[in-house]
């Protein structure tokens, strides 16, 4: 058996099974599992939890001096809490309040804090859920579920009392994205594959970015075209294709679950995979300074780059939108234009009404009378 593929499994399963099935394995079975544990995580999945254990190996020795200990002493994750929700306003009048400064030094010396004062609930609630189930990975109990750590995790949040901010500050609606699009007229390789990106994550109902990237050949599915007018079957039709959803965060890989495109998207995307000539494996991949596409698949970062890029072009701060903008922008789009909360859910697959309805409400009450009244 290698031990790098024991490796590769010890963060899925109890190290008391790694030990049996050490022996009980042909090396070969063992690298077969490794390759499924990982590849059933998801890329993001693990560079989120390899950038979390990280960070939390690199506090631990800055706060206490000696590594993460399995299991955690319930003293440290109350100092982790301490150390990482507090009061600003507290802090002026008690500079012993939250972090110390030597740890804060230590950590952005490490590159491993860049945040400014406290950090966000979510953050600190990620983190720890991390510590717990790499606990749970390992065969130990730890002290995540406490009366004592529940109760001050949750005391420290409600002093903390940050609004949540949202990943895009702007949702990229389809008057922005209209801006956007005009800056990939000028006929290039590039500009073809990047139409044909934004039109696909945006009208697709705002898929992610690793659905995006990790989207391939196989997952376009042709359908009939529809009429451009209900009402007249016999008039002119647009184009029609399916998208089959991967597994992402709210759906299974085996859930059949289906998107469609119409008109437009499904024009830019059949022009970029005629002009790449792709026929097989990801549709998008990365395009050297020459213009010779690879057959390397682009990876999430480099769509939200792609979107950051064009709005520069396009005249549009590029702070102010990211990758998400587009899966916002999308619900805010189809509340302006009326269409049914649900039925924008059905396209954008959000799993919770709540989060839809944020943005959904928001577009709507800015439209309506009541915010007018003044």
């Given at each position: 058996m290698?031990?790098?593929?024991?490796?590769?499994?010890?963060?899925?399963?109890?190290?008391?099974?790694?030990?049996?099935?050490?022996?009980?394995?042909?090396?070969a079975?063992l690298?077969?599992l490794?390759?499924?544990?990982?590849?059933?995580?998801?890329?993001?999945?693990?560079?989120?939890?390899?950038?979390?254990?990280?960070?939390?190996?690199?506090?631990?020795?800055?706060?206490?001096?000696t590594?993460?200990?399995?299991?955690?002493?319930?003293?440290?994750?109350?100092?982790?809490?301490?150390?990482?929700?507090?009061?600003?306003?507290e802090r002026d009048?008690n500079?012993?309040?939250?972090?110390?400064?030597?740890?804060a030094l230590?950590?952005?010396?490490?590159?491993?804090?860049?945040?400014?004062g406290p950090?966000?609930?979510?953050t600190?609630?990620?983190?720890?859920?991390?510590?717990?189930?790499?606990h749970?990975w390992?065969?130990?109990?730890?002290?995540?579920?406490?009366?004592?750590?529940?109760n001050?995790?949750?005391?420290?949040?409600?002093?903390?009392?940050?609004?949540?901010?949202?990943?895009?500050?702007?949702?990229v609606?389809?008057?922005?994205?209209?801006?956007?699009?005009?800056?990939?007229?000028?006929?290039?390789?590039?500009d073809?594959?990047?139409r044909?990106?934004?039109?696909?994550?945006?009208?697709?109902g705002?898929r992610?970015?690793?659905?995006?990237?990790?989207?391939?050949y196989?997952?376009?599915?042709?359908?009939?075209?529809?009429?451009?007018?209900?009402a007249?079957?016999d008039?002119?039709?647009?184009?029609?294709?399916?998208?089959?959803?991967?597994?992402?965060?709210?759906a299974?890989?085996?859930?059949?679950?289906l998107?469609?495109?119409?008109?437009?998207?499904?024009?830019a995307l059949?022009?970029?995979?005629?002009?790449?000539?792709?026929?097989?494996?990801?549709?998008?991949?990365?395009?050297?300074?020459?213009?010779?596409?690879?057959s390397?698949?682009?990876n999430?970062?480099?769509?939200?780059?792609i979107l950051?890029?064009?709005c520069?072009?396009?005249?549009?701060?590029?702070?102010?939108?990211?990758?998400?903008?587009?899966?916002?922008?999308y619900?805010?789009?189809?509340?302006r234009?009326?269409?049914p909360?649900?039925?924008a859910?059905?396209?954008?697959?959000?799993?919770?009404?709540?989060?839809?309805?944020d943005?959904?409400?928001?577009?709507?009450?800015a439209?309506?009378?009541?915010a007018?009244l003044?």
């Amino acid at each position: 058996m290698m031990a790098t593929d024991a490796d590769a499994l010890l963060g899925f399963l109890p190290l008391s099974t790694i030990e049996r099935i050490d022996t009980a394995l042909p090396s070969a079975d063992l690298a077969t599992l490794a390759y499924l544990a990982r590849a059933g995580t998801g890329e993001n999945s693990l560079r989120a939890l390899a950038s979390d254990l990280a960070y939390l190996e690199a506090w631990s020795l800055a706060a206490t001096g000696t590594a993460l200990g399995w299991p955690a002493s319930q003293s440290a994750v109350l100092q982790f809490i301490a150390h990482h929700l507090w009061d600003a306003s507290e802090r002026d009048r008690n500079p012993d309040h939250g972090m110390p400064e030597t740890v804060a030094l230590s950590l952005r010396r490490a590159g491993r804090l860049r945040a400014v004062g406290p950090h966000a609930p979510a953050t600190v609630r990620r983190r720890l859920a991390v510590w717990a189930t790499l606990h749970r990975w390992r065969g130990v109990d730890g002290p995540f579920t406490t009366p004592l750590v529940r109760n001050a995790l949750r005391l420290a949040i409600r002093a903390a009392d940050r609004p949540r901010k949202r990943k895009s500050a702007r949702p990229v609606t389809r008057d922005v994205l209209d801006d956007i699009l005009a800056t990939c007229d000028r006929g290039r390789t590039i500009d073809v594959r990047d139409r044909a990106l934004l039109l696909l994550a945006f009208a697709s109902g705002g898929r992610r970015r690793s659905e995006i990237a990790r989207l391939r050949y196989d997952d376009v599915l042709d359908r009939p075209p529809v009429p451009v007018d209900p009402a007249e079957p016999d008039g002119l039709i647009l184009p029609v294709v399916a998208l089959q959803l991967r597994r992402t965060k709210t759906a299974s890989a085996d859930g059949g679950e289906l998107v469609q495109l119409v008109g437009r998207p499904v024009r830019a995307l059949r022009a970029w995979l005629n002009v790449a000539k792709i026929e097989e494996g990801t549709v998008f991949r990365a395009i050297d300074k020459r213009g010779k596409i690879g057959s390397r698949p682009l990876n999430a970062q480099s769509v939200n780059k792609i979107l950051k890029r064009r709005c520069v072009a396009a005249g549009l701060d590029p702070m102010l939108y990211s990758a998400h903008g587009l899966r916002s922008g999308y619900v805010t789009e189809a509340a302006r234009q009326g269409v049914p909360l649900l039925e924008a859910m059905q396209q954008s697959r959000h799993r919770s009404v709540q989060q839809a309805a944020d943005y959904y409400n928001e577009a709507q009450l800015a439209r309506g009378r009541a915010a007018r009244l003044g």
